[in-house]
């Protein structure tokens, strides 16, 4: 006897924390909220897809996990509070022991932000999850990656490349090192530091593609350039360990980072340290935003260095860039 | 050489209108946006598989409109006023033609409800599409599934059957009645007249899983039953002419209508039935709420009718209902 698609909503996908702001949650045809006044709604969608956005392998809580946190790194980027989330569910079957185990990862996720899961659908087909993430933010104050502007710092949060080394680890049939792979698996979205950075001013995109083509966007979005000092990205001892030569490939070309690369009027370097303390986060001054288009990489002895990616594309058999 | 997913993105996705709620659209790590003082936001989400909620050989401009109708169908029945949309595409190829007809349907129906596309995704994998839709409704104003009580009379919109008959004869290797084809791949979602029908204080469900199913979780939401007079449900010609004994199976087991069920207090229905005729929307009486739970099917003269199902699920090999 199969598990019906209304049991699995029921048994699985309703226990959780009510917010005062949901007016109706799961159970209608759609879900009504309330967002607070002198707040803007923002909001962000992202598809997994096994194989390509987690190993096929993947332990059905991590899927659920990463499938909220993923969208939760979009919102800190905009320094928005997240606030409620839809699932959209595509199973092969309805297994019960996944879907309880996928629903853990998914709740102790969006209960540490304190997000209600609000509507959703599910579906039998290949293993797909799209999640959307709404929050809001005070009016105007949303950060964007249009407005980087020359002579301003470049910063990036944590450690960039742990993920992109632990999924090689996979790829290679290697037990993959627990520290690196847990950044994997179980990102932390930077929401808090988020919040704080939006008060600066600073331009902002959270990097998943890949810390080079994501702040490629952010360049192309507000028409400049930088210079980019790779040798002052922050590397976990454990990349340092396990990445040889590679480290700084992953770090400059990996993706599933789910960090935060902005850019702040160099006055505001100072304020920004203070708010990164304040979350115990650590955050690098990596480079410099330049009115001349492109990136320039300069290592420290001077040299300029060209790393091997301009990004993570999932349709590209070359890229055209 | 492949269409990077930027490219998609760019090419596919980005002629629209403009909203003025819209303050960042596509292009961001999130959209920003304005929900209007005194309203609630009303939010919606479906996916879509091939196979599943359209047939595998579907027009791709079809699977586009209907992707989006779905979902403006259920801000229908919450009596909501459709804004904006996010769309994630999974899709095993990224041809142009295919995604230049997609998009044609996405946004020729889009266009007519003022919906403008704020965000999105695309990733490779099985062909599957989720289409999230937000609109606003006035605060205390949504339909509810819930709010239906003893005494009420039961409408439909629209004439239900038709596309599970034009299904079923795709399904037969048949050539489908164009009237009957139609109205499975475009339906028109009752957004007009459910704005309308929100200020009667009506309870109300949009029928996509076929009309006794959601009549039934309409009935268990409100924890009361019905009456339903099947022979009363308004059957189209070309479906008359094509069903034959199967109509009215269809007309109560279907699925895939996208029409709205709703019930209103007696003294409504004149109000009702003059709010239909102003959106030349034909509706019918089907029966009245009772306390008494479960669903009695009678027909005209007199007799019972046991219906042969009680709607679909994606799971289920066996109802547990």
Known sequence: VGVSEFDIIERYFQRQLRRADVV????????????????QLVVSVDTLVAGRHFPQRSHAYDIGYKSLAVNLSDLAAMGAEPAWATLSLTLPEADPGWLQSFAD????????????????????????????????????????????????????????????????????GARADPYLLERLNRPHPRV?????????????????????????????ASGCGAT?????????????AAGGERALVWQLCGGDDYELCFAVNAEQTGRVAALARAEALPIAEIGVIER?????????????????????????DERAD
Do not use: K, N
């Open 192 to 220: 808090a530091f988020g919040r704080a950075l939006a008060a600066t001013g600073a331009a902002a995109i959270d990097v998943s593609d890949g810390l080079l083509a994501d702040l490629g966007h952010l360049l192309d």
């Open 228 to 240: 980019l000092r790779p040798d002052r990205i922050p590397r976990s001892p454990a990349l340092s």
């Open 292 to 316: 001349a288009a492109g990136l320039r990489c300069v290592l420290e002895d001077g040299s300029s260095y060209q790393p091997p990616c301009s990004g993570y594309d999932h349709f590209a």
């Open 105 to 172: 990862g998914f709740f102790d996720l969006a209960a540490r932000f304190g997000v209600e899961l609000v509507g959703g659908d599910t579906t039998r087909g290949a293993l797909s999850i799209t999640v959307q993430v709404q929050g809001f933010v005070e009016t105007g104050r949303a950060m964007r990656r249009d407005s980087a502007r020359p002579g301003q710092a470049l910063f990036v949060t944590g450690t960039p490349g742990d993920a992109a080394c632990a999924l090689a680890q996979i790829e290679a």
């Open 24 to 39: 109706r949650g799961i159970g209608d045809d759609a879900a009504v909220l309330e967002v607070p006044s002198g707040h």
